[in-house]
């Protein structure tokens, strides 16, 4: 087992607002995930099933808040706090937010090259 930070991982989506960092391990995905208050994943996962993320993530939130919008309503995730989160939803950082995040690596491959196709498209 290593440890590993930020400036150790490859990046793996940069854009306005948003930094995550990756490494894999025995297929599972492990990030570092930076977002801006006032982020929103809304239109980074239009295009998607019902415009949300369908990976499931398992993680931390090392600091911050991060608010979790699915079907159902949303909730809301402090700083040291662990979460599971199911297929279909988008985030939203209320505040500058930190965590570590685990997914799947075949899906999160699909999820990244998505949002790298709508940043893309978007200039």
Same mark, same amino acid.
């Given at each position: %087992?290593? /440890?590993?930070?930020?400036?150790? %991982?490859?990046?793996?989506?940069?854009?306005?607002?948003? +930094?995550?960092r990756?490494?894999?391990?025995?297929?599972? &995905? *492990?990030?570092?995930?930076?977002? /801006?208050? +006032?982020?929103?994943?809304?239109?980074?996962?239009?295009?998607?099933?019902?415009?949300?993320? *369908?990976?499931?993530?398992?993680?931390?939130?090392?600091?911050?808040?991060?608010?979790?919008?699915?079907?159902?309503?949303?909730?809301d995730?402090?700083? +040291?706090?662990?979460?599971?989160w199911?297929?279909?939803?988008?985030?939203?950082?209320?505040?500058?937010?930190?965590?570590?995040?685990?997914?799947?690596?075949?899906?999160?491959? *699909?999820? %990244?090259?998505?949002?790298?196709?709508? %940043?893309g498209? &978007?200039?």
């Open positions: %087992m290593s /440890d590993f930070g930020w400036d150790e %991982m490859d990046p793996a989506l940069e854009g306005p607002g948003v +930094g995550i990756r490494r894999d391990n025995d297929g599972l &995905a *492990q990030a570092l995930i930076r977002l /801006d208050a +006032g982020l929103r994943t809304d239109p980074l996962f239009a295009g998607l099933p019902h415009d949300q993320c *369908q990976c499931a993530h398992w993680g931390y939130i090392i600091s911050g808040t991060m608010r979790v919008h699915t079907a159902d309503g949303h909730a995730y402090e700083a +040291g706090r662990l979460y599971y199911a297929p279909g939803h988008n985030l939203e950082a209320i505040t500058d937010t930190e965590y570590v995040e685990f997914t799947r690596s075949e899906e999160y491959d *699909q999820l %990244m090259a998505h949002c790298h196709r709508v %940043m498209a &978007a200039g």
